[in-house]
């Protein structure tokens, strides 16, 4: 029997849609972004550099997509509330919350200090707290919305060379399904999205030379090295992330909620 055609046609079109993305002047947020608006959706590219997103949002306005930028800390309350009622009212909806703005250190379990703790965790933990409520809000007058929660890989193993980063991602996992649980009956999902190893300004740190810069041959190597610790001996793009967001905020993930998407290779098998 063949399957009657499901309506819309196509699950994944965002035309009349608006979405927030954080951390959207590079990386991850930015395909996310991009893929988003070329779905159809309107795009505020929100992010704390605000000459960087600025030039990011020219580049897509330049292919024709609807986007927009501003500044936002996100681990400002304020800040964030003001970002998302901005939107909110000026375009009469918010569809599509990406939480994805994040910071990372390289301290241990033993030595991790109170001020690290309180920098990554306001920015990793407290922003996804942040933009979700302010998103929430929004979303429940409206009867729908999808809010997408970007964590890491490293909330399933132990990773203690990340200690603030990772106990932040374990964090914002655990909040988002309790979120997830409490606004399911009111049309709004919530899904995490964990990424594995993928090739963005946040990794350059391991090869940066002493001018900030980055070393290119090094680079390479890295590259190589974190392809090969996963089971399809892959490294992430960007756009790998972006097309899971993207399911993720359209209807073809109608049924989707309190899920954790691992975009990682097979990374997180073995364990
Ligand atoms: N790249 C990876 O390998 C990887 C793996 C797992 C998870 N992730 C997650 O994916 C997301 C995107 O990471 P990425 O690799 O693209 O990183 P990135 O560093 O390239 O981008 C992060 C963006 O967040 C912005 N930002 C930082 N602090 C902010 C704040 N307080 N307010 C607003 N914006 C702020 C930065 O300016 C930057 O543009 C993050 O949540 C990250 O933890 C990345």
Redesign the pocket.
């Known amino acids: 029997m063949i399957p009657r055609p499901v309506e819309p046609i196509n699950p994944f079109d965002l035309h009349g849609r608006v979405a927030i993305v ?9 395909a996310a972004a991009a893929v988003l608006a070329r779905a159809g959706a309107h795009v505020a590219l ?4 605000s000459g ?2 600025a030039d990011a949002a020219a580049g897509l306005i330049a292919e024709g997509l609807g986007c927009e930028a501003l500044r ?4 400002n309350r304020e800040a964030v509330d003001a970002l998302v009622a901005d939107i909110a009212r000026r375009h009469g909806r918010l569809d599509v919350m990406v939480n ?5 250190d390289d301290t241990s379990p033993l030595t991790i200090t109170e001020d690290v703790l309180d920098r990554i965790h306001g ?2 933990f407290k ?1 996804v707290v942040f933009g979700s409520q302010a998103a929430a809000r929004v979303m429940i007058a409206a009867g729908s919305g999808s809010i997408i929660n ?5 909330v399933d193993v132990a990773t203690p060379g990340v200690t603030g ?1 990772s106990t932040s ?1 374990a964090a914002a996992a655990q909040y988002s399904r309790g979120l997830a649980m409490e606004v399911a009956s009111r049309g709004i999902r919530v899904n995490t999205l ?10 350059e740190r391991h090869v940066l030379r002493e001018d900030g810069s980055v070393d290119e041959e090094r680079k390479a190597e890295y590259v190589a090295m974190r392809a090969a610790s996963a089971p399809m001996g892959l490294a ?1 793009d ?1 756009l790998d ?1 972006a097309y899971a967001i993207l399911y993720l905020a359209s209807d073809a993930s109608r049924f989707v909620t309190g899920s954790v998407l691992r975009v990682n290779g097979g990374a997180t098998m073995p364990w």
Not at 46 to 49: G, K, P, S, T
């Open positions: 954080t951390g959207a002047a590079g990386g991850i947020g930015l929100a992010d704390i550099r960087r997103v936002v800390d996100v681990s994805n703005a994040a910071i990372i920015v990793n922003g970007v964590t890491s890989g490293v980063y991602k964990a990424p594995g190893w993928t090739d963005t300004p946040m990794n992430g960007p992330q």
